[in-house]
């Protein structure tokens, strides 16, 4: 990723706190011309622009919610426009709902979860990733997804689980996809210091309004959780290595283990009555190979 981001903008979703803020600023300690921070607070965006505004680097504040696709474009074009294809965008606004057990959590926080966590993700990365791909300079695509993409850390939180597993499977089909000269990576932090336990403070009217969050919980993670720095720090060094996950910290391992560990088992089991082949990817690619030799020889 080095020459993605030298001399050239950057661009951070959720940037107006925890781990956004912090890849906002070290973007520019890593050469970045510019930052753009956008974020569904404008205030909270617009405090890290001047903070990097006020250390000698370049940043612009603008209000976006990730939830709203023509939003995310407008943002990109604007962007694009204003300041050049960016070398790194950052997916990585998300939301935490009020904990509680699947049965009981309200399909308004669902939905606005969902929006933020997963569609906003996919959004982000279809404006920006487009115009990357049809650059000659291409670019680097990162979305914030969590150790909880990795397994389960604990219950009581299964929107937010399965909202980040989707990242994760979503950014893996496009690593797929995309050209060569645009790269992707997934940032799976563990527990960092943020606003996350606050996010219903920004939730919107149609989703059941903003709320304040569990003081305790904010207490909670201030005091346990990894400094944002130390995370932004690994996720760009992740991806100037050019790895496509990048975890933070080590003892969601566990939770990666224990998944891989019940997935194997249940494959063995199976074995034991049936170990028939019916590779999707390989018989599509079959599939296509008849079409397209078809299509010659009908001359179409």
């Known amino acids: 990723m080095p020459s993605e981001i030298s001399e050239r903008p950057v661009v951070v979703t959720g940037g ?3 781990i956004g803020a912090a890849l906002a600023e070290e973007a520019i300690r890593r050469g970045a011309s510019a930052v753009v921070v956008a974020d569904i607070e404008l205030a909270a965006a617009t405090e890290v622009a001047e903070r990097i505004v006020a250390a000698g680097g370049q940043a612009t504040a603008h209000q976006c919610d990730v939830a709203d696709p023509n939003a995310v474009d407008a943002l990109a074009e604007e962007i694009v426009a204003s300041h050049g294809v960016p ?17 009981d959590v309200p399909a308004a926080d669902i ?8 569609r906003g993700v996919i959004h982000t990365l279809q404006s920006f990733g487009r115009r990357m791909a049809a650059s000659e300079t291409g670019g680097w695509l990162m979305a914030t997804a969590s150790e909880h993409a990795l397994g389960v850390p604990h219950i009581f939180g299964a929107p ?48 059941g309004g903003s709320s304040s969050g569990d003081p305790g919980t904010g207490d909670f993670m201030e005091s346990s959780g990894m ?19 990048i975890p933070t910290h080590y003892n969601a391992r566990a939770y990666a283990a224990k998944r891989a560990a019940e997935i194997e088992a249940a494959f063995d089991r199976l074995a034991e009555i049936d170990t028939a082949d019916y590779d999707v990817g390989t018989l599509a690619a079959e599939l296509m190979a008849r079409l397209e030799a078809e299509s010659k020889e009908n001359g179409t």
């Open 16 to 18: 107006g706190n925890g």
């Open 160 to 207: 937010y689980t399965a909202s980040k597993h989707a990242v994760l499977g979503a950014c893996d089909v496009l690593r797929g996809e995309l050209p060569e000269h645009v790269g992707v990576s997934v940032l799976c932090p563990g527990l960092t210091t943020s606003q996350l336990w606050n996010s219903t403070s920004t939730r919107p009217d149609r989703f």
């Open 227 to 245: 400094d944002a720095d130390v995370v932004a720090r690994r996720a760009f060094d992740g991806a100037e290595a050019g790895h496509f996950m």
């Open 87 to 103: 070398g790194v965008v950052f997916a990585n606004a998300g939301v935490m709902a009020p904990t509680s057990a699947l049965l």
């Open 111 to 118: 939905e606005w979860l969902l929006g933020v966590n997963v």
